[in-house]
C-alpha cells in the first residue's frame, strides 16, 4: 500500500490541513465554479455556496477563516450574510464582491463587518490581496473629476434603497418614483467612473 498522496490533493486532507479554509458565495454557478478553482490553486479550502441562506448553514457547522459575499442574490442579500458571517465569527475576513457597486452598500458592508469591498470584474490575485490587507490606503488615488450625473443619481437611489432597509416599495415612495421606474433603474448596472 503506497501511503503517499499526490500533491494536488493536500486541499481535501480534511479539517487537519493546514489550508485556510474559505466561504465562496455566489449565485452565478460559472463564477462560483471558476474563481473556487481559481482560489484553491492560491492554498484555500474553498466551501461554495449559492445563496446567503445555505452560506450561513455551512458557517454555522464550520465557521471560515475568510468568506468572500457576492452583494445580489435571490434571498437574502449578502449585507444579510456579512452581518450574521461577523456575529457568527468575529475574526472571518470577509470580502464584498458585486457587480452592482455603490458607495452606500460599500459603507454598509464595512459597518456589518466586511473587512474590503470589490467591485466586478475581479480576479482572483485581487480578491486574495483584499483578504490580506489589513488597513486602508492613504495613498488611493482621488479622482480628478466628479462623478456624473448618471452615476450620482445610482448613488443616490442605493443610499436611499440602504435606508429603508432594501425595501423597493418604500424606496419608491420616498424618492417620489414609480416602483417600476425604480425597479428598471436598479436592474442596470451601475455607470463606471
Known amino acids: 500500500m503506497n ?6 490533493t493536500d486541499a481535501l486532507d480534511g479539517p487537519d490541513n493546514d489550508c485556510p479554509t474559505l466561504l465562496l458565495v455566489d449565485d ?3 463564477f462560483r465554479r471558476v474563481l ?26 464550520n465557521p471560515p477563516e475568510y468568506a468572500v459575499v457576492d452583494l445580489k442574490m435571490p434571498g437574502d442579500s449578502g449585507l444579510v450574510l456579512i452581518e450574521k458571517l461577523a456575529a457568527l465569527e468575529a475574526g472571518t475576513r470577509i470580502v464584498m464582491l458585486t457587480g452592482y457597486a455603490s458607495i452606500a452598500t460599500a459603507v454598509e ?20 490581496a483584499a483578504l490580506q490587507r489589513t488597513a486602508g490606503d492613504a495613498t488611493t488615488p482621488v479622482a480628478d473629476s466628479p462623478l456624473s450625473v448618471d452615476r450620482l ?8 434603497l440602504a435606508e429603508h432597509g432594501g425595501n423597493v416599495s418604500a424606496t419608491a415612495r420616498a424618492l417620489k418614483m414609480h416602483r417600476r421606474t425604480l425597479q428598471r433603474k436598479l436592474g442596470k448596472r451601475p455607470v463606471r467612473e
Open 3 to 8: 501511503d503517499t498522496l499526490p500533491a494536488s
Open 28 to 30: 452565478d454557478e460559472v
Open 153 to 160: 443619481e445610482w448613488e443616490h437611489i442605493q443610499k436611499v
Open 109 to 128: 458592508a464595512i459597518k456589518l463587518g466586511a473587512t474590503h469591498y470589490l467591485a466586478k470584474p475581479a480576479d482572483a490575485d485581487e480578491i486574495v
Open 36 to 61: 473556487t478553482r481559481a482560489l484553491e490553486r492560491r492554498g484555500y479550502l474553498v466551501t461554495p455556496a449559492d445563496s446567503a441562506e445555505s452560506a450561513y448553514a455551512l458557517a454555522s457547522a
